[in-house]
């Protein structure tokens, strides 16, 4: 049985809290890797600089919605790239859809990768062929630079933008 309500309940002041630190490591939300250039004769007897690159997006157990990859090729001017073999694929090894956005560029990959729920690995591999590769020796231009950075919306359905979403790697 209750006790009934009396003129001093609304003066009771009782308050509780509790709260406790979880901490869990995270791997690397982005990795990327390769970039070496390595000269290469095509079918046609053309010659390209040639140069592999793998990236690997992890969400870490979070489930992210709206990921995208932007993956920023920087060459010395003059210098004119284009990327081939363009393929993304699950920790299983199973084709991810993913869709190049129209306002990619040779230098500018921008990749909308969907959603990632559960604890979910994608990578993404691909080629950049300079063209010119002997002109390019030639001039002595500097190797290009190459980083990636993922955004994505949280499941609070808000933009998060800081260090544990936009995360770059060189």
């Known amino acids: 049985d209750l006790a009934p309500a009396t003129a ?17 490591p995270v791997n690397s939300w982005v990795a990327k890797s390769g970039g070496e250039v390595k000269k290469v004769k095509d079918s046609d007897g053309k010659v390209w600089g040639v140069a592999d690159w793998t990236v690997e997006v992890q969400n870490n157990g979070f489930n992210l919605i709206n990921v995208v990859l932007t ?12 990327v081939t073999d363009l393929k993304v694929v699950d920790a299983s090894n199973n084709d991810v859809v993913f869709e190049k956005d129209p306002s990619s560029t040779a230098d500018v990959q921008i990749l909308n990768l969907g959603d990632m729920a559960g604890n979910a690995t994608y990578t993404i591999t691909y080629k950049t062929r300079i ?25 609070s359905k808000e933009i998060e933008i800081g260090r544990a979403v936009q995360q770059e790697c060189r």
């Not at 020796?137 to 980083?147: G, Q, V």
């Open 131 to 155: 063209k010119d590769f002997d002109k390019y020796l030639k001039k002595n231009y500097p190797i290009p630079e190459n980083s990636a950075n993922i955004t994505y919306e949280y499941e």
């Open 8 to 24: 001093d309940y609304d003066k009771l002041d009782i308050k509780d809290s509790q709260s406790q630190q979880i901490n869990r």
């Open 71 to 82: 993956d920023t090729i920087k060459v010395a001017d003059g210098v004119e790239v284009e």
